[in-house]
């Protein structure tokens, strides 16, 4: 019913920046905490960021100063804009959200598929 697609991610070269961005689908009336996660191998996920629906955000001390998460309540889209990105960034991310179908449920979180941003020296 709820369906999150992630996009943009892909090869970026040590130091440089790339977007990635992801949009919720299907029965939506509310989307409350969005957010973007991380697996590199062998580790465990990992947040990167999150983002309230009134724009208060929280990142990870890795990624601070360095990528910025925003969203678009209209198009029910969040982003990931990663500069400066290091070798260590290379994982697969992941965006999630908390969506409420109707006035009636409850908020449920639901995940995207994953993307992969590789990291060249």
């Known amino acids: 019913q709820v369906e999150l697609v992630e996009s943009g991610g892909g090869l970026v070269q040590a130091g440089g920046s790339l977007r990635l961005s992801c949009k919720v689908t299907?029965?939506?009336?509310?989307?409350?905490?969005m957010g973007w996660y991380r697996q590199a191998p062998g580790n465990q996920r990992e947040l990167v960021g999150s983002i309230s629906r009134g724009d208060l955000t929280n990142y990870a001390d890795s990624v601070k100063g360095r990528f910025t998460i925003s969203r678009d309540n209209a198009k029910n889209s969040v982003y990931l804009q990663m500069n400066s990105v290091e070798p260590e960034d290379a994982a697969v991310y992941y965006c999630?959200?908390?969506?409420?179908?109707?006035?009636?449920?409850?908020?449920?979180?639901?995940w995207g598929q994953g993307i992969q941003v590789t990291v060249s020296a």
């Open positions: 299907g029965t939506i009336k509310r989307i409350d905490v």
């Open positions: 999630n959200a908390d969506v409420r179908a109707d006035l009636y449920s409850d908020y449920i979180t639901y």
